[in-house]
C-alpha cells in the first residue's frame, strides 16, 4: 500500500473540444455513468491504492467540483491526518497553469511527510492499481515514471494526447503527440510517479527560468536530461477530452464486460452518494440496455442510453443512445437520438433532435446549478 505517497491532481486539462459541458464546471466534475463524476475514478485508483494525503489542484469554476468532493468523506479522505486539500478556488485570475498553482502553494508539497509522489491529472478514465507501477518505479531507479497504454486505434481515439517513444529496456526516449496519423502508438496517461524532492526541484527550475509554465511540458522537454521510464497499463482506458470521446466513454459503460472492469476490477469507484428513492417503472415503460439512476420516473421508451438522478420521462417519449443528465424533463412525443442533455433542461412536447455517433447534439443550459 503506498502510505508513502501523496496524489497530486492537476485539474487544468485542455477544454477546447469540450466546452459545451465545462461552461461552468471542470472536465473534473463533468458527470458520467448516471452518478459518477469523472474525477471519481483518478480520486477512487488513489484511495484503493492506499493514498491517503491528496492534494487537488484547480482553476476557477469550480463551484460544482467543491460540491462533490466536500470533505472527501466518500473517498475516506475526510481525516485529521492527512486526508483531502484542495487549492486555489478563488484566484482572482480566471485561468492559471499549473507551475503557478504551484508554487502558490508550495507549503502543502513541503509539509506532507510522504517521500514519493503520483501526479495525474482526471480525465483519464480507468481503473489502475498504482502499486505495480510503483513498485516498478522505485526497483528501476529512474528519476520518474511515465505511465502509457499501447493502443491499436490511435486514429480515432486519443487523438491530442500525448504519445511516448519508448526503447526496448523501457527508457522514454522523446514524447510527440497524436494527430491521428497512426494506428499503433503509445499513449500517455499523464501520471507521472516521481520522488518528492524531484517535484520540487522542476517546480523550482521553473520558476526560475521561466522555461515551461506546466510541469509536463517541463518533463516532456526534458527527457533527455532526466531518467524518464515508461510502465504499461494493459487496462481499458479513454481519454474524456472532447465531446466524441466523453460520448463514447458513456457508451462503452453500456457493455458489461467494460463496467465490470471499469468499475470493480482493481477496487470499486466511489462517489458523493444521495439518499434517494428508487427509479419508478409505469406499465408503458420499456428500457433496454440502459444505465439508470436512482429518483427517476419513466413512462416512455429507453434503449441504449444513460439517465442520470431524478429524470423525467413522459409517455410517448423515445431516447436512443443519449445521455441525460440530472434533474431533466424529457414531455411526451420526444423523439431523442444520440444527444447530450445538460442538467436542469426540460426538453418540449413532440421534440425530435438527433445527432450522430461521431457528432451527438449537445443540449447545453444557460445556467447550470
Known amino acids: 500500500m503506498l502510505k508513502n505517497y501523496i496524489g497530486v491532481l492537476m485539474l487544468n486539462e485542455k477544454e477546447d473540444n469540450i466546452k459545451s459541458l465545462t461552461k461552468s464546471r471542470p472536465i473534473a466534475s463533468i458527470p458520467i455513468g448516471g452518478r459518477y463524476r469523472i474525477i471519481d475514478f483518478v480520486l477512487s485508483n488513489m484511495v484503493n491504492s492506499g493514498i491517503h494525503n491528496v492534494g487537488i489542484f484547480t482553476n476557477t469554476k469550480s463551484r460544482s467540483l467543491v460540491d462533490h468532493v466536500g470533505s472527501g468523506q466518500p473517498w475516506d479522505l475526510d481525516r485529521k491526518i492527512n486526508g483531502l486539500f484542495l487549492f486555489n478556488l478563488t484566484s482572482e485570475r480566471s485561468q492559471l497553469n499549473d507551475i503557478d498553482v504551484l508554487s502558490e502553494n508550495m507549503e502543502y508539497i513541503y509539509r506532507t511527510k510522504q517521500e514519493y509522489v503520483i501526479m495525474s491529472s482526471s480525465y483519464m478514465v480507468c481503473n489502475i492499481d498504482y502499486n505495480e507501477a510503483a513498485k516498478y518505479h522505485e526497483e528501476s531507479g529512474s528519476d520518474i515514471t511515465l505511465i502509457y497504454k499501447k493502443t491499436n486505434n490511435a486514429k480515432k481515439h486519443y487523438v491530442g494526447c500525448s504519445t511516448l517513444y519508448i526503447n526496448e529496456e523501457n527508457k522514454v526516449l522523446s514524447i510527440g503527440k497524436n494527430i491521428g496519423a497512426e494506428d499503433k502508438l503509445n499513449i500517455g496517461m499523464e501520471m507521472f510517479i516521481m520522488k518528492k524532492s524531484t517535484l520540487i526541484d522542476i ?144 426538453i418540449s412536447e413532440n421534440t425530435v433532435l438527433e445527432g450522430d455517433e461521431e457528432f451527438p447534439v449537445v443540449i447545453e443550459k444557460k445556467f447550470r446549478t
Open 203 to 346: 517546480i523550482n527550475k521553473c520558476i526560475q527560468t521561466g522555461s515551461h509554465n506546466s510541469i509536463k511540458a517541463a518533463i516532456y522537454d526534458d527527457v533527455s536530461q532526466l531518467n524518464v521510464n515508461a510502465y504499461e497499463f494493459k487496462g481499458y482506458l479513454q481519454c474524456v477530452n472532447s465531446i466524441k470521446n466523453y460520448y463514447k466513454t458513456s457508451m462503452d459503460m453500456l457493455n458489461g464486460k467494460v463496467t465490470k472492469e471499469l468499475f470493480f476490477n482493481n477496487g470499486l469507484i466511489y462517489t458523493k452518494s444521495k439518499d434517494e428513492a428508487p427509479t419508478k417503472y409505469f406499465n408503458e415503460a420499456k428500457v433496454n440496455n440502459s444505465l439508470i439512476a436512482n429518483g427517476c420516473i419513466l413512462k416512455g421508451k429507453i434503449d441504449k442510453s444513460v439517465i442520470s438522478r431524478r429524470v423525467t420521462v413522459e409517455e410517448g417519449a423515445e431516447i436512443k443512445n443519449c445521455i441525460i443528465f440530472q434533474n431533466c424533463q424529457i414531455k411526451k412525443g420526444c423523439k431523442l437520438t444520440n444527444v447530450i442533455i445538460d442538467k436542469n433542461t426540460i
